[in-house]
């Protein structure tokens, strides 16, 4: 049982969006968990990742100061708040978990099995 994406949809470059993700059967496994996206045309990337005990977290450089990685532990999910979205950060969104220690950039981190993503489209 894989993680479920939520919250994707159509917004203009400069809005807004809030992806979620939790588990389904299941809760969170391991050190971090994280969002991971894939173009079209293009491979899975890495995008932000939190450590789950402490809150910890880390950024692709593409997104830096413009997402924010968050969770709920109460509640078993965890969150990606995208602000001035780009049309470049059109992709299916994934979230992930099981991320090995240290926290860091999960670039290598790509291959499945992978969960439903969630499709953010951004129009400018």
């Known amino acids: 049982v894989q993680l479920q994406a939520s919250g994707g949809g159509l917004v203009q470059a400069g809005g807004s969006l809030r992806l979620s993700c939790a588990p389904s059967g299941r809760t969170f496994r391991g050190y971090g968990m994280g969002w991971f996206r894939q173009a079209p045309g293009k491979e899975r990337e890495f995008v932000a990742a939190?450590?789950?005990?402490?809150?910890?977290?880390y950024y692709a450089d593409s997104v830096k100061g413009r997402f924010t990685i968050s969770r709920r532990t109460a509640e078993h999910a965890i969150y990606l708040q995208m602000n001035d979205l780009k049309p470049e950060d059109t992709a299916v969104y994934y979230c992930?978990?099981?991320?090995?220690?240290?926290?860091?950039?999960?670039?290598?981190?790509?291959?499945?099995?992978w969960g439903q993503g969630t499709l953010v489209t951004v129009s400018s």
């Open positions: 939190i450590e789950w005990r402490i809150g910890l977290t």
């Open positions: 992930k978990d099981e991320l090995p220690y240290p926290l860091r950039d999960y670039s290598d981190y790509t291959s499945g099995p």
